[in-house]
């Protein structure tokens, strides 16, 4: 079993910042790519920032500039840091991360949601 779990949204006036949390916990040989996706209503979900084990980073082109993406690897933990923001980023937040538990089996898993609400 692999457990995602998010935490840090809330409720943020335009142009403040939420710093996006997320630990991966469970039975875990390795983890690959991790990132961030969001979901808005009737939506898909897409992606918003995703890193990789050498901590490659990449962006959808209306997060870049504001948003940042990290990871601490001792800590199976990914962290999304949410400048600047606007309500059009309003949404539900997820994690994704991709999980070996063992040298041959894994997959990709996801968390359960945090809510972002950019609003005066």
């Known amino acids: 079993q692999v457990h995602l779990v998010e935490s840090g949204g809330g409720l943020v006036q335009p142009g403040g910042s939420l710093r996006l949390s997320c630990v991966v916990s469970?039975?875990?040989?390795?983890?690959?790519?991790m990132g961030w996706y969001r979901q808005y209503p009737g939506k898909e979900r897409e992606l918003v920032a995703q890193?990789?084990?050498?901590?490659?980073?990449d962006f959808a082109d209306s997060v870049k500039g504001r948003f940042t993406i990290s990871r601490d690897n001792a800590k199976n933990s990914v962290y999304l840091q949410m400048n600047s923001l606007k309500p059009e980023d309003t949404a539900v937040y997820y994690c994704?991360?991709?999980?070996?538990?063992?040298?041959?089996?894994?997959?990709?898993?996801w968390g359960q949601g945090t809510q972002v609400t950019v609003s005066a």
């Open positions: 994704q991360a991709g999980v070996r538990t063992s040298a041959t089996t894994g997959g990709f898993y």
């Open positions: 890193i990789s084990i050498t901590s490659t980073t």
């Open positions: 469970g039975h875990i040989f390795s983890i690959s790519n």
